[in-house]
């Protein structure tokens, strides 16, 4: 039987397409952190598992086989916790940066920063924070730094910058300083219903995404959402039409939020430049969405603006069987913490990874770069071709595949908020030029 004409059942097989395409726009980031979720406190075969209120290290800067987030960036040890809130405080700690940048951002499970604190915010000295969720009725102590969560469920998300691999041991024991503690003993918790060992997706989006909305409720405000939700079958009670349903549909979902990474952000030189409202949404849920498949867990603006392309000066798709040139800025990209070009291999999922070279060169940076002067400017070469040795210094080998070009910038300058400053665009070479 067809989607369209269904006269028997409920509201959900009566809902649209369109109605399930509007819930799997609102709820696919949901889905992503419930994954990250699932992993870190019930799946003890994961390497990320932990349990509640313990921080897992990625002690070494991510590689080419890294593939547990996409997108990872190479120039921090990232360091994950997951805390419950409905079950009382938790006392977060920073530790002292050691003169380099530390971040904790604080996730809730629509992907939102709803904190951000580095050591321009709490000093370099670190600081004691005790986080609450949003019904918590007290006492606070009145001595103490307090932040108020918008939902119980929360991800404690840090990053500590390392300069090289001779520099991990130093950033290492600053990483390892970063803490969680529950002020009252947490009951165990209830195993979600979807195991992720499924071979039906619906059903383990359904189960992953009605668990996270029945701890985590959407605000008021999204009160229409609501109603949908609930049409389609993510509040809790999906019928086995529905799951069936979101099985069929969920392919095509992902590939229309890819295709309108264009709409979303309106590239300029072919470079597209981080929305405002990048890791804080609000109601811009296609934003949201895209960001999830593409760059979860981005920070917000002022904290770090991210470009990226995946196009040539004339709007052709980045492969490495081409050669290419990028003139980066003489002056330098204007951030006060750091800024790295970091390129990676495309995915037919819409997914980004670091992609295997010779070199083990993912990235240049401003702190450990090999790029030189030439006749004034700074040319980078993207290919998967090796350019003469002369050359080799400022090679950023990409895979015989698709390819994209990531600019983070943390502590972005007004001049990078305001849009005032821009990269040149990649342009498509016939040979290496010296």
Not at 218 to 243: C, F, K, T, W
Not at 328 to 357: C, I
Request: glycine share 6%; charged share 20%.
């Amino acid at each position: 039987m067809s989607h369209t004409g269904m006269a028997e059942a409920g509201a959900g097989e009566r809902a649209s397409d369109d109605d399930f395409f509007a819930a799997f726009e609102f709820a696919f980031p949901v889905y992503e952190m419930a994954k990250l979720r699932h992993k870190a406190l019930h799946d003890r075969s994961d390497p990320a598992w932990t349990g509640l209120d313990v921080y897992w290290h990625q002690e070494t800067l991510a590689t080419a086989d890294d593939r547990w987030v996409t997108t990872p960036n190479i120039d921090t040890l990232y360091s994950v916790a997951w805390v419950d809130l409905a079950q009382g405080p938790v006392r977060l700690t920073i530790p002292p940066s050691e003169g380099r940048y530390v971040n904790l951002a604080l996730l809730d499970v629509y992907t939102n920063n709803f904190a951000c604190l580095s050591q321009r915010d709490v000093g370099s000295g670190g600081a004691d924070l005790l986080l609450v969720g949003p019904t918590w009725p007290g006492p606070l102590p009145a001595d103490q730094k307090v932040i108020r969560a918008p939902f119980d469920d929360v991800m404690l998300f840090a990053r500590t910058l390392v300069d090289d691999d001779a520099d991990l041991p130093a950033a290492r024991r600053v990483q390892h300083g970063f803490r969680a503690a529950a002020l009252a003993a947490h009951e165990p918790e209830a195993m979600t219903p979807a195991l992720m060992r499924s071979d039906d997706a619906g059903r383990d989006f359904v189960a992953l995404v009605a668990a996270a909305l029945c701890r985590n409720p959407p605000p008021p405000y999204e009160s229409d959402h609501l109603a949908l939700l609930e049409r389609v079958g993510l509040s809790g009670s999906a019928s086995a039409q529905q799951i069936e349903r979101w099985s069929a549909l969920l392919p095509g979902f992902l590939a229309r939020i890819r295709e309108s990474a264009r709409s979303v952000n309106v590239p300029i030189d072919q470079w597209t430049y981080s929305a405002r409202n990048l890791g804080d949404f609000g109601t811009s849920y296609r934003l949201r969405a895209l960001t999830a498949l593409r760059g979860l867990l981005a920070l917000p603006a002022s904290e770090a603006v991210y470009l990226g392309t995946e196009f040539d000066a004339d709007d052709r798709a980045l492969h490495g069987e081409n050669l290419y040139c990028l003139d980066l800025p003489d002056e330098g990209v204007p951030a006060d913490a750091f800024w790295s070009l970091t390129l990676y291999e495309k995915m037919p999922s819409g997914a980004s990874f670091l992609a295997h070279n010779p070199l083990n060169r993912y990235a240049f940076t401003d702190r450990n770069s090999t790029l030189r002067v030439v006749d004034g400017r700074i040319p980078v070469w993207v290919s998967h071709r090796r350019p003469p040795a002369a050359l080799e210094s400022n090679w950023l080998p990409a895979p015989p595949a698709p390819f994209r070009l990531a600019l983070r910038a943390y502590h972005p300058h007004p001049d990078l908020l305001a849009g005032r400053f821009r990269m040149k665009p990649v342009v498509k070479m016939e040979s290496f030029e010296s």
